[in-house]
C-alpha cells in the first residue's frame, strides 16, 4: 500500500510541476473525473481497475524504463490487448532516457523483453494447463475489423480523455514523456481495431489508457495554441457532459438489479443440480451446481462453434448432452407470462434458437420470470418430469 501510495503521489508532483497553466491541469482533471469508463470500470469489481492503476503508474515512470517497462507489463498481463501498448511504452521510454549508458536501441531491446515478460508467461501458463496460448475468450468471442473500428471510433470519444490529447503538433514539441504516452495510445487503439473490439458496455479496453492521457494532454499544452486547446477541452467536456446524462445513468443501478436478481433466483436456483444460461456470473453466485456457459467462456467445446458471443450455434440435442435441470433465456419485453414463454422477445441469437426449438420445449417448460430491470428479465425453464 506504501508503494502504491508513492506511486499516486509521484504522479500528483509529476502534473503539478509541468508547465501548462493551472486551467489546463484542472480541466484535465475535471474532465478525467467525469470519464464514465475510467468511473466504471474501477469500480466493476474486475481487473480492469488495477490495469488503470498499473497503466498510470507506467506512464508517469517513463523516466525510469526499468520500473516503466514492469509496470507496463504487468497491466498487459491482465488485458492482453495491452502488450503492444507496454511494449512501445516501454521501449520508448527507454530511448528517451537520460544520462543512460550503453546504446539506445539495447536499451529499448531491453525494456521492450521485461514488458513482453508478464504476458508470454500467461500465454505459457494457458499452453501448459489449457493447450492453448490465447484466452478461451478469443475463440468464444470472435469478432472482424468492422465491428473493431466502430467500437474505437466510440471508445476515443466517450473515453474522453483521447479527445484532450489529440494535438500532434504540440505533442511532437512536447517533453519526451508526452510523445512515448502518446505513441503508445495510437498503438493501443490499433491493436483495439485488430481484436475487433469487446462486448462489454463502456469501453472497457480504453479505460486503462484514459489516466496517462490527461498526463500527456497536461505536458504538451504549453506547445499548443490556446484556441486549440480551449477546442478541445470543449468538445472533450461536451462529450463527457452527453456520455454521463445519457449512459451513465443506466450503470447506476446494475448492482442493485443483479442483487436483487440473486434474491429472487436463489429459491428457484439454490438446489439445482445443473443451470444452462449465457449468463452466467450472476447465477454462480445463485447456485454450487455445474453451469453450461452458452456464450462458451467457460467451455471449450461450445467456444469452438460457430457464432459470437451471444449468438453460439448450440444445438438443442448438444444441450440436452449437458443435462442442465434449469435454463435460463433472457428476454427484454412480451408479457413475461411463463406460459407463453416461447414467443420471447429474445433478443440473443443462442437463445431464440433453444426457445424456437421442439425438441427443447418437449424436455423443459417455464416455471417462473425474473425481472431484472424495466422490461428486461429471465424466464427460468426447468427439466420436464
Do not use: N, Q
Not at 429472487?264 to 439445482?272: E, F, I, T, W
Amino acid at each position: 500500500m506504501r508503494g502504491v501510495a508513492r506511486r499516486r503521489r509521484g504522479a500528483r508532483r509529476r502534473i503539478g510541476r509541468a508547465r501548462a497553466p493551472s486551467a489546463v491541469k484542472a480541466a484535465g482533471l475535471a474532465l478525467l473525473a467525469a470519464c464514465v469508463p475510467v468511473a466504471a470500470h474501477a469500480v466493476s469489481g474486475m481487473e480492469t481497475g488495477i490495469a488503470i492503476a498499473l497503466a498510470t503508474a507506467a506512464a508517469v515512470a517513463t523516466s525510469r524504463p526499468l520500473a516503466c517497462a514492469a509496470l507496463a507489463g504487468a497491466g498487459a498481463s491482465l488485458r492482453p490487448e495491452m502488450a503492444p501498448w507496454a511494449i512501445v511504452l516501454a521501449s520508448l521510454a527507454a530511448l528517451g532516457a537520460p544520462r543512460a549508458s550503453g546504446s539506445p536501441w539495447g536499451r529499448a531491446a531491453a525494456a521492450a523483453a521485461i514488458a513482453a515478460f508478464p504476458f508470454a508467461a500467461c500465454a505459457a501458463v494457458r499452453v501448459a494447463a489449457f493447450g492453448r496460448p490465447a484466452p478461451l475468450a478469443v475463440l468464444a468471442k470472435p469478432s472482424d475489423l468492422s465491428h473493431g473500428l466502430a467500437y474505437a471510433a466510440a471508445g476515443v470519444v466517450v473515453t474522453v480523455t483521447p479527445i484532450l490529447a489529440a494535438s500532434p503538433w504540440a505533442i511532437a514539441r512536447a517533453p519526451r514523456a508526452a510523445r512515448a504516452v502518446a505513441i503508445a495510445a495510437a498503438v493501443h487503439v490499433l491493436a483495439v481495431i485488430a481484436v475487433g473490439g469487446d462486448w462489454m458496455p463502456y469501453a472497457r479496453l480504453f479505460a486503462p489508457i484514459a489516466p496517462s492521457l490527461v498526463y500527456a494532454f497536461v505536458l504538451a499544452a504549453p506547445y499548443a495554441s490556446r484556441i486549440a486547446t480551449g477546442l478541445r477541452v470543449a468538445f472533450a467536456a461536451a462529450a463527457a457532459a452527453l456520455v454521463v446524462a445519457r449512459a451513465a445513468p443506466a450503470g447506476r443501478h446494475v448492482g442493485a438489479d443483479r442483487a436483487a436478481l440473486i434474491d429472487r433466483a436463489r429459491p428457484l436456483l439454490g438446489a439445482s443440480r445443473g443451470v444452462a444460461s449465457v449468463d452466467v456470473g450472476w447465477p454462480s453466485a445463485v447456485t454450487e451446481a455445474p453451469i453450461v456457459d452458452l456464450a462458451g467462456l467457460t467451455d471449450p467445446a461450445i467456444a469452438a462453434l460457430p457464432g459470437g458471443h451471444t449468438s453460439k450455434r448450440v444445438d438443442p440435442a448438444m444441450l440436452l448432452s449437458y443435462a442442465p435441470e434449469h435454463l435460463l433465456l433472457y428476454v427484454d419485453g412480451g408479457a413475461h407470462d411463463p406460459s407463453r414463454w416461447r414467443e420471447g422477445p429474445f433478443v440473443r441469437a443462442v437463445e431464440a434458437r433453444l426457445a424456437a426449438s421442439d425438441l427443447v420445449a418437449r424436455h423443459y417448460g417455464a416455471i417462473a420470470y425474473l425481472p431484472l430491470h424495466g422490461d428486461a428479465g429471465y424466464f427460468v425453464l426447468r427439466e420436464a418430469r
